[in-house]
């Protein structure tokens, strides 16, 4: 049973702060990914990465960055945080040679940003 | 650049009564269908997946039907019970070199008792 968690599920920041939302799988996956869920507008993906430190830019990039250091974990890092970026974030992984991506999800950070 | 529309966007039905959820997608080298379900508070999980070589999948009470031609696939649920209620997602994977997964923008279904 493939098990994806995340490092917390609800986070208070301040604006200009830096923050970290960690994900690990236990399930070998090569491929990772981070979304953010908003109302309306389903999931939206940020960031994902194919292998150890590789990334590639999701559909809403900016003001994010990650870090894939290990195959097992892979970090959102939200530089300067701002009140745009209060959301749900969700991190998934995937088995690259199963052909199909199925994504599963960790159980989301709910961030709100002051 | 591809996208996957989701149509309705809200769903409220009675309990016992069918639900159906539609979406549309763009590339038409999308090749795997998966919906995801995510009840209130909890994770998305994947609830059936079509690939582009089958026209319809049926598990229990859920199905879903694939139109290549015209680029549509449909969520059916038959029988609805209150623990249906949630969101749902679909989302169409493009086989680009590595896979893309592009998720409409989800439905949430009502089932009222």
């Known amino acids: 049973d493939v098990k994806v968690t995340q490092s917390s599920r609800y986070l208070v920041k301040r604006t200009g702060e830096k923050v970290f939302l960690e994900c690990v799988q236990d399930?070998?996956?090569?491929?990772m990914f981070w979304y953010r869920q908003d109302p309306g507008l389903g999931l939206r993906l940020i960031y994902f990465?194919?292998?150890?430190?590789?990334?590639e830019k999701g559909d809403i990039p900016e003001g994010y960055s990650v870090s894939r250091e290990k195959k097992e974990r892979f970090s959102l890092i939200l530089e300067s945080a701002s009140t745009n970026q209060t959301s749900m974030y969700l991190c998934?992984?995937?088995?690259?040679?199963?052909?199909?991506?199925?994504?599963?999800f960790g159980p989301g950070t709910r961030l709100t940003v002051l | 650049g591809e996208n996957v529309e989701q149509h309705p966007s809200t769903l409220s039905v009675q309990e016992g009564d069918s639900a159906v959820i539609k979406c549309t997608y763009s590339?038409?080298?999308?090749?795997?269908f998966p919906w995801y379900k995510q009840e209130l508070g909890k994770r998305p999980q994947l609830i059936i997946d079509i690939r582009s070589n089958v026209g319809e999948k049926k598990d229990q009470r859920i199905a879903v039907t694939l139109n290549k031609t015209a680029k549509h696939f449909s969520l059916h649920i038959t029988e609805t019970q209150p623990e249906d209620s949630a969101v749902y997602f679909c989302a169409a994977i493009l086989h680009t070199g590595g896979f893309k997964t592009i998720f409409g923008a989800g439905t949430r279904l009502f089932v009222k008792a």
């Open positions: 998934a992984s995937s088995l690259l040679s199963s052909g199909t991506d199925t994504q599963y």
């Open positions: 990465s194919y292998d150890v430190k590789m990334k």
């Open positions: 399930m070998d996956h090569e491929n």
């Open positions: 590339d038409s080298a999308s090749n795997y």
